[in-house]
């Protein structure tokens, strides 16, 4: 199903994207990766597990029996994904208290790789995962406890322990509480979503200092809740979810992107009037994959929608029948700023 036509071009002369629907009934999903064939994984963390659909259209489930808790109001299990280069998914994982959560690893059938669980001493609820793209190391951002962590890259292939890069987000020089997401733009910087309630945004840090972890500058402040950045594979762009935080949950929201202006990048809206968008991911022919955590939390009102500036190739997901229609946004009057 549609829900916005391809009318026209942004002011840097990128089109307008198609924006379909293609799933829904999810129990909040919070996590995306897509595999080179198309095949889309969800991390359903509501349901306590990740949904595979095909190329065709067809669900399935990949993995499942993750552990679930709450990180009120939602119900939560597998939070983010990630895919490695031959094919492992990566699992940042919720619902456990601090030392006991996971980052797990499953094969491309979905079975465990239990050999390489790691169990960082001081996280939880690791919300966004991301890989350095030049020394391989992996970084995961813990939401509950304010940390980054960096798990160096073996020689042999996989992860040594969890290293504390940041050991308080909270604390100066970043001074933001519960890290949301993560992603590496191609020169190295690390981008560092926030939804903290007092100082929500985007920061950018160097991953190169002798100290650790650098402050290099602040891109995107905002009064909503920032719950996930991504960059584009082919363009370098930054992407970034937001939403409003009203009635103790996420509300509507957007879709938002950097474009460089006069020496210096702004925000703009890429798409508009999304219900609580919590997670991005980018497909092998570069569409952009949105996940939706909808109107009411623990109900199957979640989604996920797919924006394609182009021609959509046949690799990618099919979606649903038309007659299916997407989560109803929040009343008006609820939207507002924490």
Do not use: K, W
């Not at 002011?11 to 293609?22: A, K, L, Q, R």
């Not at 939880?124 to 939401?143: C, E, I, M, Q, R």
């Not at 050991?167 to 191609?186: D, K, M, N, V, Y």
């Not at 363009?235 to 020496?263: C, K, M, P, S």
């Amino acid at each position: 199903m549609t829900l916005a036509a391809t009318v026209g071009c942004f002011d840097d002369g990128s089109f307008i994207p198609t924006v379909t629907t293609v799933a829904n009934g999810l129990n909040n999903p919070t996590g995306l990766a897509v595999r080179p064939d198309g095949t889309l994984l969800v991390a359903e963390s509501g349901a306590g597990r990740i949904a595979a659909l095909d190329a065709d259209g067809n669900t399935s489930t990949f993995a499942s029996e993750f552990s679930t808790g709450t990180f009120f109001p939602y119900d939560i299990g597998p939070l983010s994904l990630m895919l490695l280069e031959d094919g492992t998914l990566v699992v940042g994982e919720g619902g456990e208290s601090t030392g006991r959560e996971r980052i797990s690893f499953y094969d491309t059938t979905g079975v465990e790789l239990p050999d390489s669980v790691i169990v960082p001493v001081s996280g939880s609820n690791f919300n966004g995962l991301a890989l350095h793209p030049t020394t391989g190391d992996l970084y995961a951002v813990s939401t509950e406890s304010d940390r980054i962590f960096r798990l160096p890259a073996l020689d042999g292939g996989g992860f040594g322990s969890a290293q504390e890069f940041v050991a308080a987000t909270a604390q100066p020089p970043i001074s933001r509480a519960a890290p949301s997401g993560l992603a590496f733009e191609p020169d190295g910087m690390l981008l560092v979503a926030f939804s903290d309630f007092e100082a929500s945004g985007i920061l950018r840090l160097t991953t190169e200092s002798d100290a650790g972890s650098a402050l290099v500058d602040v891109l995107y402040e905002t009064s909503s809740i920032v719950t996930s950045v991504a960059v584009a594979p082919s363009t370098g762009e930054v992407f970034f979810t937001e939403a409003v935080y009203a009635g103790n949950q996420l509300g509507r929201g957007r879709v938002g992107r950097f474009i460089e202006r006069d020496g210096a990048f702004t925000a703009e809206t890429y798409i508009d009037d999304v219900t609580a968008p919590a997670a991005l991911a980018f497909g092998p022919n570069g569409a952009l994959y949105v996940a939706t955590l909808g109107a009411t939390p623990n109900t199957n009102a979640g989604g996920v929608l797919m924006a394609d500036s182009e021609t959509t190739s046949e690799s990618e997901p099919a979606g649903l029948d038309d007659t299916l229609i997407p989560s109803e946004p929040p009343p008006a009057e609820e939207a507002g700023t924490p």
